[in-house]
């Protein structure tokens, strides 16, 4: 059931729309991003990730699941660069410079408002996760060297890791 889109996908560089409301669908579409996150595994996945341009995702950095619908990025703080993939690049991993902590505002599934923040895994998963609401992905971070290299190697030969 691995409905994941990849690298190529026009959802992936689109801006995600903000949702005006928390409905069954949003409940729904919520439950199942959990379960197509757990099932690729994977720590974090944002709706654009399935196709679809809204501004939620779910994650699990060792303590959720979690949901973020709507989220604003009040505070980034602190440098660290970590390895780092994601499901829309199988297969792949690149040193990613970011911040080490960060905190978002947002509104859960029961349509309270909430803050998601730390460090570690957490602070990078939704550091993550947030870029691709904005249609940003990973290989974005890259400096330009590594992201050329990173390019050319993915057009060569795609996504060997790719399970689908
Ligand atoms: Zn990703």
Same mark, same amino acid.
């Given at each position: 059931?691995?409905?994941?889109?990849?690298?190529?996908?026009?959802?992936?560089?689109?801006?995600?729309?903000?949702?005006?409301?928390?409905?069954?669908?949003?409940?729904?579409?919520?439950?199942?991003?959990?379960?197509?996150?757990?099932?690729?595994?994977?720590v974090g996945l944002a709706a654009p990730?399935?196709?679809?341009?809204?501004?939620?995702?779910?994650?699990?950095s060792g303590e959720g699941p979690y949901v973020a @619908? +709507?989220?604003?990025? =009040?505070?980034?703080?602190? /440098?660290?660069?970590?390895?780092? *993939?994601?499901?829309?690049?199988?297969? $792949?991993?690149?040193?990613?410079?970011?911040?080490?902590?960060?905190?978002?505002?947002? @509104? +859960?599934?029961?349509? =309270?408002?909430?803050?998601? /923040?730390?460090?570690?895994?957490? *602070?990078?998963?939704?550091?993550?996760? $947030?870029?691709?609401?904005?249609?940003?992905?990973?290989?974005?971070?890259?400096?330009?060297?590594?992201?050329?290299?990173?390019?050319?190697?993915?057009?060569?030969?795609?996504?060997? *890791?790719?399970?689908?």
């Open positions: 059931m691995n409905e994941i889109v990849t690298f190529g996908h026009p959802a992936l560089i689109t801006k995600s729309s903000d949702i005006v409301e928390i409905d069954d669908y949003i409940v729904n579409l919520s439950k199942k991003m959990i379960d197509i996150m757990y099932e690729a595994p994977g990730q399935i196709g679809i341009n809204k501004n939620i995702f779910v994650f699990d @619908i +709507n989220p604003k990025m =009040e505070k980034k703080e602190g /440098e660290i660069v970590f390895m780092e *993939g994601c499901l829309s690049l199988p297969g $792949y991993y690149w040193d990613i410079e970011r911040s080490e902590y960060a905190k978002i505002s947002c @509104i +859960n599934e029961q349509g =309270e408002e909430v803050i998601y /923040e730390g460090e570690d895994l957490l *602070g990078r998963v939704l550091q993550h996760e $947030y870029d691709h609401l904005k249609g940003r992905l990973l290989i974005k971070s890259l400096k330009r060297k590594a992201r050329k290299d990173a390019l050319r190697e993915i057009s060569l030969k795609g996504f060997p *890791g790719d399970k689908i």
